[in-house]
């Protein structure tokens, strides 16, 4: 397997802030176990305690990258996923868990899980099928990512998927089978010891594989007005989530429209038929800016030119309105974190 997987068509970028925090608290805790100071488990990330303690923040995948990147550091544990995914409960999935816990039984939790996956903090695409008497979920990270991460990911995700059937169904609804896309890792016999049955690596896809019975078995502790108040907070959430991404994705293919000569606040606020100050009001409230969403165009024009193309740096910067390369190397390390160089040496 090479260093970064193919990922799912996301609707979402990398940089929008539509992603939950709760994962992030379990985690936190987590490393609290080994270190009383916390506060590193945010470098890089522009969250701070007071955001991760706040239920109404919004993160990018990528600042979900970078908190995830120094856990894994801090914890010195590569199988951290596994851990983090077999301590959930339905608490760490925010509104979508008290809405699954008030459910009738698990074909009414699938069909919550379903609709309200993305009101949780979603890394990854799940795909739920039955077929052949058989319920099986495969994982997919959103956006390309280091092997390391990736592996983090899927095994959050699966780990937590079993431990979910195992609280509300009992320990004996195993699974059937569990596949990674991956090489087997140094720690492999922990996978034994979180799923208990057959474990596949280097398989086509990631996925859990549990008999469809699973889905029949009744839930004692169902209350259908838990649920339908749960279920009118996560359509709330989730339209807040579809209003940050509609407002920033106008103003994104308007400036990719002209990226020789990016338009300014004014003229984008003309395209869309307001004025510049409320403009800049509405994606002061989507916690984003003008600014923000420019650097993150120029970011990803450049990459693509540097990663299809072998135009001299000098020539990228100038497409990308700067007139002096050092001045396009400073922005793009502030962008990116990373020189210029780093991505044409893997293309």
Known sequence: MSETNP???????RNDRVIPVYLFHLIKTVIQEQLSDTRRLLEGSDITLVD???EDTLVSFDQSLAIITNALALSGNDGLG???GRRESLSDWGMMGYAIASCSNGRDMLRIAKSYYKTTTNLTESVMNISDNQLVMSSEPYHPVPLKLYRFLVEEHL?????????????KHLPLEVQFSFPAPHYADVYQQVFRCPI???????QITHSEKVLDIVNPASNPLTKQLAVKLCDELLQQQEQHRGLITKVERILIARPSSFPSPAEVAEHLGTSERNLRRQLKELDSSYQQ????????IAISYLTDTQLPLEDIAHLLGFSEGSSFYRAFKRWTKKAPSSYRIKA
Do not use: W, Y
């Open 7 to 13: 990922s799912p068509t996301a609707n979402f970028d």
């Open 52 to 54: 991760l303690d706040n």
């Open 82 to 84: 596994l851990e983090v």
């Open 159 to 171: 780990a937590c998927h079993q431990k979910m059937v195992s609280d509300f169904h009992g320990e």
């Open 200 to 206: 596949v690596f280097d398989a086509p896809h990631n």
């Open 293 to 300: 969403i420019l650097d993150r165009v120029r970011a990803d």
